[in-house]
């Protein structure tokens, strides 16, 4: 079945620094979820991107969609305590199904 | 306000003690769906549903069932729970097939003793 590899596990930062973790899917996907959980919190949607190639910005969040609609990234620039919690990505591979496949997310601690 | 509700928010049981996990959403939904957490295996979704009486397996189905008689409401159902089904559940909907924003329930704490 369809596997999205979310890397790093962790990571840690010092505050003002930049941010990015990276999903890689094992197919080809329809479309590609970005969400945010803060510790003893439910998954917040941040986005979903759709089209191969795609860039969407959030004010300091940077969204991007592989050419190949294989794999995508979030960037945080500059980040804040605020940022902190767990990002999960979500592939859906499409053809009429709403199946949702996360990856394992990575958890952002940022120290002040 | 638009809201997922769950109930219980959290439940300690016995295993093979039949339980329910309701779940409730009042945005008029077409989708609904099931994950579960467990540290270091992230979310995997259980089952889903695109609408009424419509509802298919997701990565992790077995051991759970699910009905969709009503659009508002998706419950959640353990016929014989076993501890390897402790874990942190959640509950979500969004209002189609590749639509933007999926709403997630506040979620419940299960545990199978």
């Known amino acids: 079945g369809q596997q999205v590899m979310q890397i790093p596990q962790y990571q840690h930062v010092q505050e003002g620094e930049d941010f990015t973790t990276y999903c890689n899917s094992s197919t080809t996907l329809s479309n590609i979820q970005w969400y945010k959980q803060r510790p003893g919190g439910h998954p917040v949607f941040l986005i979903q991107l759709v089209k191969s190639g795609e860039v969407k910005k959030q004010k300091r969040l940077t969204f991007q969609f592989g050419e190949a609609k294989k794999n995508s990234s979030l960037h945080i620039t500059a980040t804040q305590t605020t940022d902190v919690g767990t990002y999960f990505c979500?592939?859906?591979?499409?053809?009429?199904?709403?199946?949702?496949?996360f990856g394992k997310g990575t958890k952002l601690s940022v120290i002040p | 306000e638009a809201q997922v509700t769950q109930n219980p928010r959290y439940l300690i049981t016995v295993t093979g003690k039949k339980l329910t996990v309701t779940c409730s959403q009042n945005?008029?939904?077409?989708?609904m769906s099931w994950y579960r957490q467990d540290p270091g295996l992230g979310l995997r979704q259980i089952y889903y549903s695109m609408n009424v009486e419509v509802t298919d397996k997701g990565d992790v189905p077995e051991g759970y069932k699910v009905s969709r008689k009503e659009k508002r409401n998706f419950p959640l159902i353990l016929e014989s729970p076993s501890p390897n089904q402790t874990s942190l559940y959640f509950c979500a909907s969004a209002s189609g097939i590749n639509t933007d924003t999926q709403y997630f329930g506040p979620g419940t704490r299960l545990t199978v003793l």
């Open positions: 979500a592939g859906n591979s499409g053809a009429g199904s709403y199946q949702l496949t």
């Open positions: 945005m008029n939904h077409e989708y």
